[in-house]
């Protein structure tokens, strides 16, 4: 059963989210991450997407929480599932998001024409999850969020406030916290009820790790080399 729901979008902290959560008991919880890691739960995803009835509860069973993509597109649905869910809504400067989006998960999992098409054609030939969860992204996100216009800052950065906006204006606020993952632990152990873990806050920005390893799934691409089991599942 889901008690906690993510209404941040991706590039937020979200993955630092989930790690929180795993550490404070609510795991496991589902991210973007989780569809390298049950490749299962892409069609199922997909069809939510197509706008097909979902059972929820169903799709996200064994879940105690779900963050980012694609669950943070659905926060409306999931909150009116989840009743006693807590609601936690990551944020961050519309600038800094935008740069981080854009040379992640926009670079790595959006189409593009040219060699770098070509790359990635090649990719999704070798490793076809990665071509359906490029795909469902392509839809989801790229198409239905934020209309084929991500590449225009202003745009993206509007349809990232106005996200925020409506969770804050639609979630009860004794139900919602918002969350900068800077603040680390206290205000998200007090909003949860639950005690401060002895250990610094996971902080994690992957980044850099996404890069790395979008850029060893390449060369293992150009050189038909098969992706070892762990870095599907790395692939964000």
Partial sequence: MVEIIGAGMGRTGTYSLQAALVK???GPCHHMSSLGEHPELIPRWEAVVRGEEVDWKDLLAGYRSAVDWPACSFWRDLADTYTDAKVVLTIRDPESWYA??????????????GIEGAIMRLEERLYPSLRRRRALCERLIWEDTFEGRFDEPQWAMEIFQRHNTAVQRVIAPDRLLVFDVRQGWQPLCDFIGVEIPNEPFPHLNIADSFVRMAALRRRRALTLRKMRPEEGSAIR
């Fill in 24 to 26: 404070l008991g609510y």
């Fill in 100 to 113: 981080s989006a854009r040379e992640t998960i926009y670079r790595y999992m959006a189409r593009k024409p």
